[in-house]
């Protein structure tokens, strides 16, 4: 008698391949629309992310929410890797609710994810002044997100799933015990002022966000995916922070707390690595970087700055900071494609060019025991501020002439020369540079090597 064989799904994963901030929302969008995925999945990072998604006149930036939250059919996933912010998600399911996205009935969270205090950012705060003042500030979102991976690392913090819990009073009592001490540390030794009033206003919100939270579908989500995939549902995974974010091969400590890369995909999901198919890698067609440390492809012009960053809107979705704005590093994106395995890539912004030349970073200089070394391809600095100064090659710029290009035969001959040009210099790496964008608008691409 033949067995008949199981036919199983698989995940495909999307990841920043620069700094963050390269619009991964919009790619996530695109591919969702060939149906062939039946749930999106956050696998890595907390409410510090900031996802803009467009479906029409409708304009929804995500924090914690997955960005499959506008496909009414696509099930929605917080992994055992995630720290939440209960405030921030009811926050945006309440806003999605308004817009007419319920996705409470959609929405599975891990009973493993974990708990973000409402003494986690204070915590983060008073570290960023301790910082400060010793001049090693790292640029965080201040959102607490350092303070909560910091527990799990210490196995001290609370799980989704201690919500549940009979004894999660007295668990919550001794950690914020515990932080409340941390913090009179920072104020006795640093002068960080404890605001006893916000720390009780933070309190009333996060209990009140938790009560809604509970109502959730808080489940072993692990076995839920695996369950799925199992039947031949795909999966698409989605992380929160870009690759050069990655706590152990970004620019530490100027980083986040947590592995951005694709491998981590089956830690913060609780899945075998055979179930992973395509890497989606996503950048721009220039570089942005926003927080502390170095940033050797910043463009030195201030004023063409601030161009790309009008141009560009270059503002964080998540703290309106603005981003610091420089030539196309494929320095680092080499690095970043070598690590994270990716694929296939999306190009966003190639409508944006300010500039009648333009800079592409290929090499970088750094200071080693007291020489000057240029490295070798594939070798990357243990820390930016080593860098020294960097070799680039120039080529025409196409200003606005791009924007909201749908089909390759129109594109420009500058633009469709650098996109070449890149394709080239990634040619040994083995990646198709698939969709590149020309807008904010959902339609504003074209397909390019399929």
Same mark, same amino acid.
């Given at each position: 008698m033949l067995r008949k064989k199981i036919k199983t799904g698989f995940i495909d994963v999307v990841?920043?391949?620069?700094?963050?901030?390269?619009?991964?929302?919009?790619?996530?969008?695109?591919?969702?629309?060939?149906?062939?995925y039946s749930g999106v999945a956050r696998f890595q990072g907390g409410a510090n992310a900031g996802h803009t998604l467009q479906l029409g006149k409708i304009t929804f930036i995500g924090h914690i929410i997955p960005s499959g939250?506008?496909?009414?059919?696509?099930? =929605?996933?917080?992994?055992?890797?995630?720290?939440?912010?209960?405030?921030?998600?009811i926050a945006e399911m309440s806003q999605l609710k308004s817009l007419g996205f319920n996705v409470a009935p959609r929405l599975y969270i891990s009973n493993r994810a974990k708990l973000v205090s409402y003494l986690h950012p204070f915590l983060?705060?008073?570290?960023?002044?301790?910082? %400060?003042?010793?001049?090693? #500030?790292v640029g965080t979102t201040n959102r607490g !997100?350092?303070?909560?991976?910091?527990? @799990?690392?210490?196995?001290? $913090?609370?799980?989704?799933?201690?919500?549940?819990? *009979?004894?999660?009073?007295?668990?919550?009592?001794?950690? *914020?015990?515990?932080?409340?001490?941390?913090?009179?540390?920072?104020?006795?030794?640093?002068?960080f002022e404890i605001d006893l009033k916000k720390i009780k206003e933070a309190k009333e919100k996060w209990l009140k966000a938790i009560k809604e939270v509970k109502k959730l579908k808080i489940c072993d989500v692990s076995y839920l995916i695996q369950t799925r995939l199992n039947t031949g549902k795909n999966i =698409?995974?989605?992380?929160?922070? $870009?690759?050069?974010?990655?706590?152990?091969?970004?620019d530490f400590p100027f980083v986040t707390s947590s592995n951005t890369l694709p491998a981590n995909v089956c830690l913060g999901l609780g899945v075998p690595h055979t179930y992973l198919r395509n890497i989606y890698g996503?950048? #721009?067609?220039?570089?942005?970087?926003?927080?502390? &440390?170095?940033?050797?492809?910043? !463009?030195?012009?201030?004023?063409?700055e601030k161009l790309f960053q009008k141009a560009g809107n270059e503002f964080g979705a998540t703290t309106g900071r603005?981003?610091?704005?420089?030539?196309?590093?494929?320095?680092?994106?080499?690095?970043?494609? $070598?690590?994270?395995?990716? %694929?296939?890539?999306?190009?966003?912004?190639?409508? /944006?060019?300010?500039?009648?030349? /333009?800079k592409? @970073? !290929?090499?970088?200089?750094?200071?080693?025991?007291?020489?000057?070394?240029?490295?070798? $391809? &594939?070798?990357?600095?243990?820390?930016?501020?080593?860098?020294?100064?960097?070799?680039?090659?120039?080529?025409?710029?196409?200003?606005?002439? %791009?924007?909201? @290009?749908?089909?390759?035969?129109?594109?420009?001959?500058?633009?469709? *020369?650098?996109?070449?040009?890149?394709?080239?210099?990634?040619?040994?790496?083995?990646?198709?540079? !698939?969709?590149?964008?020309?807008?904010?608008?959902?339609?504003h691409f074209f397909n390019w090597d399929k």
């Open positions: 990841v920043g391949l620069q700094w963050g901030d390269e619009g991964k929302g919009k790619n996530i969008d695109q591919l969702l629309s060939s149906r062939i939250c506008l496909q009414k059919n696509v099930e =929605l996933y917080i992994g055992n890797g995630v720290v939440v912010d209960t405030v921030s998600l983060d705060q008073a570290d960023e002044y301790r910082r %400060n003042k010793l001049g090693t #500030k !997100i350092g303070p909560a991976y910091s527990d @799990v690392r210490w196995r001290r $913090a609370l799980l989704i799933g201690d919500l549940l819990s *009979s004894d999660f009073e007295q668990k919550e009592k001794t950690l *914020s015990e515990f932080h409340m001490n941390v913090l009179k540390m920072y104020q006795e030794k640093y002068g =698409l995974a989605e992380g929160a922070q $870009a690759v050069m974010l990655d706590v152990d091969f970004g996503v950048l #721009k067609a220039y570089t942005t970087k926003v927080g502390g &440390g170095n940033f050797p492809a910043r !463009i030195k012009d201030e004023s063409l603005p981003r610091m704005c420089g030539w196309l590093d494929l320095f680092a994106l080499r690095h970043a494609i $070598a690590l994270s395995g990716a %694929n296939k890539i999306f190009i966003n912004k190639s409508d /944006i060019c300010l500039s009648d030349k /333009i592409v @970073v !290929i090499g970088y200089t750094i200071k080693e025991n007291g020489k000057r070394t240029c490295l070798p $391809a &594939g070798r990357f600095p243990l820390y930016l501020n080593h860098v020294t100064d960097v070799q680039t090659e120039e080529m025409p710029g196409w200003g606005n002439a %791009n924007f909201g @290009v749908k089909n390759k035969q129109k594109v420009s001959k500058e633009l469709s *020369s650098y996109l070449k040009y890149i394709k080239n210099k990634l040619s040994d790496l083995n990646v198709k540079i !698939i969709s590149v964008g020309t807008g904010p608008d959902r339609e």
